[in-house]
C-alpha cells in the first residue's frame, strides 16, 4: 500500500485535481491529504517548500513544462517519488520523463485507482532506491576524498622521513669530520710535541744530561692528552649512558651545558633501574634535541628535567620558561618541514615505541612529553 500521505498535484486543469482526488479516496490505506497547484511558478514555491512526500506533474503547464520543473526539483536534491501525468503515453514520453528524473508516468483518463496505487507504489519504490543511491555516491565521493588526503599525508611524512634519515647520515658525516679535525688538530700536535719531547730526552740521556724537567713537562702533555681524549669520547657518546646509564648520563648534563648557555638546570631524577639500552639512548639524543632547540629558539633561563617512572612506562619531561611556539601539527600539504628536530625526536621514539607531546603557550614556555612504554 502506498505510504504517501501529504500529496500535490500539479496541474492546470481543476478537472483533474477533481478526480485524482476521488480516485486517492478509493484506495484504502492511512488519510491523504492532496493540494493543487496550476501554475509552474506556484509548483517550483511548493516543491523547494519540500512539504510533499508525493507529487504528480502535468507534463504541460500552460506554456511551461512539468519535466523541466522536475529536472530543477531533482538539481536542488528533492528526492521525492514524482509522477508524471501525461494526455498520452509513449515510449518517447516514458524515456523523456525518466530523463528529466521522474519515477513513473500514467496516462489520464486510462488509469483507475487500483493501477493508480499501483503506480504509486513502484514509484516510491523506484525514488527510495534513487536516493539510497544517491546517499552511497556521496558517501562514496567523500570516502575518497578522504583517501586522498590520506595518501596526500603520507606522501608527506614519507618524505620527511627520509627528509630526516637522510639529515641523519649528513650528520654523522658532519660529525666524523669533526672528530676527524679535532683528533688532528689538537691530539696530533699534543702527539708531536710529546715525540719531540721524547727525542730530545733521548739525546739528553745519550749525552748524560738532565733530564727530569723534560720528562716533567711530557707528563704534563700527556695528562692534557688524556682530557681532550675524555672530553671527544664524551662527546661523541657519553660513556657513562653505557656504563652508568641514562639517569647519570643526566645528572652530567648541567656541567656541560651550564658554562655554555647559562642556563640553570632543575634535575628530578626518579627511575630506580636501568631501561633498555634502546630506549635509554632514544631519551637521551631526545633530550639533547631538546636543549639544544631551548638553547637556540628558547631564550630561557631555566630548565626543568625529570625523569620518572610509573606503571604506563617511563616518562621523561623537558620544560623551559622560555618564549614559547606555535605547534601546528601538520605542516600544509605538499611541502615537508624543514625543521626536522622535533620530527627526528618523534622517529626515534617511535622506534622504541614511544610519543612525543608538546605543549607550549607563547611568552610562557614549552614543554615536551617524551612517553616510552616499557
Ligand atoms: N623550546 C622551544 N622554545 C621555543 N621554540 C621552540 C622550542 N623548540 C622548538 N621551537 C620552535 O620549533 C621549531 C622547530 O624545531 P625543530 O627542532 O624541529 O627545528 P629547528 O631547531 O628549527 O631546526 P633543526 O632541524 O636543526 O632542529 C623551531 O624552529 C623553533 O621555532
Ligand atoms: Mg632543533
Keep these: 500500500m502506498t505510504a504517501a500521505r ?42 523547494a517548500a519540500d512539504a510533499h512526500d508525493f507529487y504528480f506533474v502535468d507534463i504541460r503547464l500552460g506554456p511551461e513544462s512539468g519535466l523541466d520543473l522536475i529536472r530543477v526539483a531533482r538539481a536542488h536534491g528533492i528526492l521525492k517519488p514524482m509522477i508524471v501525468l501525461t494526455g498520452f503515453g509513449s515510449d518517447a514520453v516514458d524515456r523523456a520523463a525518466t530523463a528529466a528524473g521522474a519515477n513513473e508516468y500514467l496516462v489520464k483518463g486510462e488509469f483507475d485507482h487500483v493501477l493508480l496505487e499501483r503506480t504509486m507504489r513502484y514509484a516510491e519504490r523506484n525514488a527510495q532506491a534513487l ?37 641523519v647520515v649528513n650528520d654523522q658525516e658532519a660529525e666524523r669530520r669533526r672528530i676527524a679535525r679535532e683528533l688532528h688538530d689538537s691530539l696530533g700536535q699534543s702527539l708531536t710535541l710529546l715525540q719531540l719531547g721524547l727525542d730530545a730526552v733521548t ?62 638546570f632543575d634535575l628530578h631524577l626518579a627511575l630506580e633501574r636501568r631501561l633498555p639500552a634502546a630506549i635509554e639512548s632514544a631519551l637521551y639524543r631526545v633530550l639533547q634535541e631538546a636543549i639544544t632547540n631551548i638553547v637556540r629558539h628558547a631564550a630561557a633561563r631555566r630548565i626543568g628535567i ?38 627526528g625526536m618523534r ?15 607563547l611568552d610562557r614556555g614549552t614543554t615536551l612529553f617524551a612517553r616510552v612504554p616499557l
Excluded at 10 to 38: H, K, Q, Y
Design 306 to 343: 625529570i625523569l620518572e617512572e610509573d606503571h604506563d612506562g617511563a616518562r621523561l619531561i623537558v620544560e623551559d620558561d622560555g618564549r614559547g611556539m606555535v605547534i601546528d601539527e601538520a605542516p600544509p600539504a605538499g611541502s615537508p618541514s624543514r625543521h626536522l628536530g622535533l620530527l
Design 203 to 264: 739525546r739528553a740521556a745519550a749525552a748524560g744530561g738532565d733530564i727530569a724537567g723534560d720528562v716533567a713537562s711530557m707528563k704534563g702533555l700527556t695528562v692534557r692528552i688524556s682530557e681532550e681524549l675524555h672530553r671527544l669520547a664524551w662527546e661523541i657518546r657519553p660513556t657513562v649512558l653505557d656504563d652508568l646509564g641514562l639517569q647519570e648520563a643526566i645528572r652530567q648534563i648541567p656541567a656541560e651545558w651550564q658554562p655554555r648557555s647559562g642556563l640553570h
Design 347 to 361: 622517529e626515534r621514539l617511535s622506534l622504541v615505541g614511544g610519543t612525543l607531546e608538546i605543549e607550549s603557550m
Design 131 to 167: 536516493a539510497e543511491l544517491d546517499r552511497r555516491l556521496i558517501e562514496t565521493e567523500a570516502t575518497a576524498r578522504q583517501l586522498k588526503h590520506e595518501t596526500e599525508r603520507r606522501a608527506i611524512a614519507e618524505t620527511e622521513l627520509s627528509e630526516v634519515l637522510r639529515r
Design 6 to 47: 501529504r500529496i500535490l498535484l500539479v496541474d492546470d486543469a481543476e478537472i483533474e485535481f477533481l478526480t485524482l482526488g476521488r480516485m486517492l479516496r478509493r484506495i484504502p490505506g492511512p488519510d491523504r491529504s492532496l493540494d493543487w497547484v496550476a501554475s509552474y511558478g506556484e509548483a517550483s514555491a511548493a516543491i
